[in-house]
């Protein structure tokens, strides 16, 4: 399956549809679409901590959401209004702070639906600390 934006088409619509995500200071990165997959990263700063100096539940969460959009996106064009229907999560492992990479891969892209699974790992150690499979509604062409 081929990607159908660049790494760049990709950066320049999340920065003007979702300043949120890859603006400035949110430690967001896209680094890499292949076939069927992308790879971001976020640098987990104290903002993403929760007590004990482990990355929050929710950023992972967030990461891991994010990920799956951009890899649909990647795959079908700029539909901003793709939007998640269902999530599941497994957090494995305690993530360490710092940088945190997503590898998200396309299981099913079909015209109405699109499933994708995003393994989390630290990238000091590069083990997977959380893996989730998230399911997207594709709204119909108009």
């Not at 990355?55 to 891991?64: D, E, H, I, Q, R």
């Not at 590898?103 to 083990?127: H, Q, Y």
Request: with cysteine; aromatic share 4%.
């Amino acid at each position: 399956m081929k990607p159908v934006m660049t790494l760049h088409e990709l950066q320049s619509f999340l920065t003007d549809e979702f300043p949120q995500v890859m603006g400035p200071d949110s430690g967001f990165t896209l680094d890499a679409v292949g076939d069927g997959s992308i790879t971001m990263k976020l640098i987990a700063a104290d903002r993403h901590l929760r007590p004990g100096g482990t990355v929050s539940g929710p950023t992972l969460f967030t990461l891991a959401d994010v990920s799956a959009y951009v890899a649909i996106l990647a795959h079908i064009g700029p539909v901003a209004l793709a939007v998640t229907t269902n999530m599941s999560i497994n957090f494995l492992i305690k993530p360490p702070p710092g940088t945190l990479v997503a590898k998200a891969s396309i299981l099913k892209l079909g015209k109405r639906l699109a499933v994708v699974e995003v393994a989390i790992s630290g990238k000091a150690d590069a083990r997977t600390v959380c893996h989730a499979v998230a399911t997207y509604s594709i709204p119909p062409e108009r």
